[in-house]
């Protein structure tokens, strides 16, 4: 069964440093997405993404964030400098485009980041 | 705005019983999607069920099912015979529908915490 894929499953980083968070979303997915979760709290939207570019972004994707899909499979987030408050987990997901029948699509997630900011 | 409401931070349950988490939510979109996914320990987010605002029946999947109240805004998780692998979080989160301005992410609540004892 096809199924999202992320890289790595945990990295550690210092406050301040460049971290890139790596997603293979399912193949024939139009629509990708980021959310991030903070230690016991709720899944937050970020970032959704389509035809190459953003289609919509929540206020925590600030100009420390930035998305791409540099080789057509390949889905990223870039932090640009990391904060302490950067620490969650982050997850990709991604929907087929079922045409008319798009808002039935279930969203995939990947197994996640878990992004630890020292 | 849409929002998702979950009430019970925790449940208990025994085991082969069947257990109900709440759902309610808030928007003013006349078409819209309520997905329940399950968290467990290891962190990974598990599509369980969707019910489509305009679907006439509930929804089930197995031993899942959804009690959708479309006039008291209500998507309740009814989970049948419990088993010890159902001890996880429960989230219920809601799509907009694909158009011109919206991009199908979706939105989450703060999620219940099911504990099934044996």
């Known amino acids: 069964e096809p199924e999202v894929t992320q890289t790595p499953s945990h990295q550690v980083t210092q406050m301040g440093q460049e971290v890139i968070l790596r997603c293979v979303p399912i193949?024939?997915?139009?629509?990708f997405y980021w959310y991030r979760q903070i230690l016991g709290q709720k899944v937050e939207f970020l970032v959704s993404?389509?035809?190459?570019?953003?289609?919509?972004k929540s206020e925590i994707f600030d100009d420390q964030f930035s998305v791409e899909r540099p080789d057509g499979s390949n889905f990223t987030l870039k932090i640009r400098s990391t904060k302490l408050e950067d620490s969650a987990m982050y997850f990709c997901?991604?929907?087929?485009?079922?045409?008319?029948?798009?808002?039935?699509?279930?969203?995939?997630f990947g197994p996640g980041t878990r992004l630890t900011v020292l | 705005a849409q929002k998702i409401t979950q009430t019970q931070p925790g449940m208990f349950v025994q085991e082969k019983e069947a257990v109900t988490l709440d759902c309610t939510y808030d928007?003013?979109?006349?078409?819209?999607?309520l997905f329940w996914y399950k968290q467990p320990s290891s962190g990974e987010m598990i599509f369980l069920i969707y019910?489509?605002?305009?679907?006439?029946q509930n929804a089930t999947e197995g031993r899942y099912s959804l009690n959708f109240q479309k006039a008291r805004k209500s998507a309740n998780l009814v989970i049948s015979a419990s088993q010890l692998g159902d001890s996880a979080m429960y989230f219920c989160?809601?799509?907009?529908?694909?158009?011109?301005?919206?991009?199908?992410?979706?939105?989450f609540g703060q999620g219940t915490t099911l504990q099934v004892k044996p």
């Open positions: 997901a991604s929907i087929g485009l079922a045409g008319a029948q798009a808002s039935t699509d279930t969203q995939y």
């Open positions: 993404f389509y035809n190459n570019e953003i289609s919509e």
């Open positions: 928007t003013s979109d006349p078409s819209y999607g």
């Open positions: 019910q489509g605002s305009y679907d006439q």
């Open positions: 193949s024939n997915h139009l629509y």
């Open positions: 989160a809601m799509s907009d529908i694909f158009g011109s301005s919206n991009t199908g992410k979706l939105i």
